[in-house]
């Protein structure tokens, strides 16, 4: 039973450009969050969806961010118009409907240069 | 609204020694508790959670915490650490009902030999 898989591992984008960040998650699971961490920081909740649903975005930056979780396919974290400040480690999680345990992937570290 | 203190940012321990990371938080609402451990580059992997019942939680890796609810706290303890054991420990907590974590800033334990 593979991990949750995030991909890219590392993304480099030119300010101004689009990042998109992919997290597949471990079978089974329907839930899905996503989460930011700034160099030396914590990690600060950013996102929680679900099949096709976005259930909780109180984390979420006002514009450029955008998250969905598609029927089929992994969910995605996009990213519009990218600056300096978006660079960090981006960690996606998952869990089974019944299960407080969330699994996390090893992250997309995207570097805005 | 939840928050999570680590009051310490790193922690030098020699090796065999013992160790106590701390974490203290609060909230307004009883709430879940969870350690994780991030090794260089990697995502964050679980080592103990406490959602009821003993307020001493073992894990794995030989951790074990203890849930302190008169001081809010939920510090994270080990008899005996390894030069594997070095990485950044996250404190988080989570209330009942709502999915998203909340970090602290983080622990840098450095086992020296």
Redesign the interface.
């Given at each position: 039973n593979a991990g949750?898989m995030q991909n890219p591992r590392h993304l480099v984008r030119r300010r101004g450009q689009e990042a998109r960040l992919r997290c597949s998650p471990m079978k089974g699971h329907s839930?899905v969050?996503w989460?930011r961490q700034l160099p030396e920081?914590?990690?600060?909740?950013m996102v929680?969806l679900q099949k096709e649903n976005i259930?909780?975005e109180?984390?979420m930056p006002k514009e450029r961010f955008s998250a969905e979780f598609p029927k089929e396919g992994p969910s995605i974290l996009r990213i519009q118009q990218v600056v300096r400040g978006d660079s960090a480690a981006y960690?996606c999680?998952s869990?089974d409907r019944g299960d407080?345990?969330?699994?996390?992937?090893?992250?997309t570290?995207l570097t805005v240069v | 609204a939840q928050s999570v203190t680590q009051l310490d940012s790193q922690v030098p321990v020699f090796e065999e020694a013992p160790v106590e990371l701390r974490c203290n938080y609060s909230s307004s609402v009883s709430v879940y508790l969870f350690w994780y451990v991030q090794y260089p580059n990697q995502g964050l992997q679980l080592l103990l959670k406490y959602l009821s019942g003993s307020t001493l939680v073992k894990g794995i890796n030989g951790f074990e915490a203890e849930f302190n609810k008169s001081q809010t706290s939920f510090h994270l303890r080990k008899p005996s650490v390894h030069i594997s054991d070095t990485a950044e420990y996250f404190c988080a907590v989570s209330e009942p009902g709502r999915r998203a974590l909340t970090f602290g800033s983080g622990t840098r334990l450095q086992v020296q030999p």
């Open positions: 949750v839930h969050y989460y920081e914590g990690l600060k909740f929680y259930i909780d109180s984390g960690f999680a869990s407080t345990e969330a699994f996390f992937g090893q992250g570290r | -």
